[in-house]
């Protein structure tokens, strides 16, 4: 099977730029960089902003589990479910400070290491709007035509 059109999720952000939250190749499903951002409001989760709109602190577990619930969102709106991701790139801005915050997050997420995908971590030194952490997943695509 050759590649799809791209994959657009009404119940996730939307992307910051011009690209599609998913596209499908065969069997997999590969993700757009997705961040923690509201939905609905485009509001990062967990973010303290001064008056000019900078980020005085933030909250990496709330951003992590609002990054995860997107990733969710993405993988259903494309026919996969939370089960079917195979690998996982994690990009953190503060890699000393929120990376045990960070996993203890994705424990919740992934109780059993037998079962979570493959991940890589990686810091970075920012991302293209104020968030903390952005994943970029690869889906299996089961039984989907």
Same mark, same amino acid.
């Given at each position: 099977?050759?590649?799809?059109?791209?994959?657009?999720?009404?119940? %996730? #952000?939307? #992307?910051? !730029?011009?690209? #599609?939250?998913?596209?499908?190749?065969?069997?997999?499903?590969?993700?757009?960089?997705?961040?923690?951002?509201?939905?609905?409001?485009?509001?990062?989760?967990?973010?303290?902003?001064?008056?000019?709109? *900078?980020?005085?602190?933030?909250?990496?577990?709330?951003?992590?589990?609002?990054?995860?619930?997107?990733?969710?969102?993405?993988?259903?709106?494309? !026919?996969?479910? $939370?089960?079917?991701?195979?690998?996982?790139?994690?990009?953190?801005?503060?890699? %000393? !400070?929120?990376?045990?915050?960070?996993?203890?997050? $994705?424990?919740?997420?992934? #109780?059993?290491?037998?079962?979570?995908?493959?991940?890589?971590?990686?810091?970075?030194?920012?991302?293209?709007?104020?968030?903390?952490?952005?994943?970029?997943?690869?889906? %299996?695509? *089961?039984?989907?035509?």
């Amino acid at each position: 099977m050759t590649g799809t059109a791209g994959i657009h999720a009404a119940s %996730a #952000p939307p #992307p910051v !730029g011009r690209y #599609p939250h998913a596209r499908r190749h065969g069997d997999l499903l590969f993700l757009s960089g997705i961040g923690p951002r509201d939905p609905a409001t485009s509001m990062v989760p967990g973010n303290v902003l001064d008056d000019a709109g *900078r980020v005085l602190a933030h909250d990496i577990a709330a951003q992590a589990r609002a990054v995860f619930a997107n990733v969710r969102a993405v993988l259903e709106a494309s !026919g996969a479910r $939370w089960e079917d991701l195979l690998d996982v790139t994690v990009y953190l801005t503060d890699m %000393a !400070g929120d990376f045990a915050a960070y996993n203890a997050v $994705w424990g919740e997420h992934f #109780p059993d290491p037998a079962s979570a995908p493959c991940r890589t971590t990686l810091g970075i030194d920012a991302l293209p709007t104020p968030i903390a952490i952005e994943l970029k997943c690869i889906a %299996a695509m *089961r039984n989907t035509p």
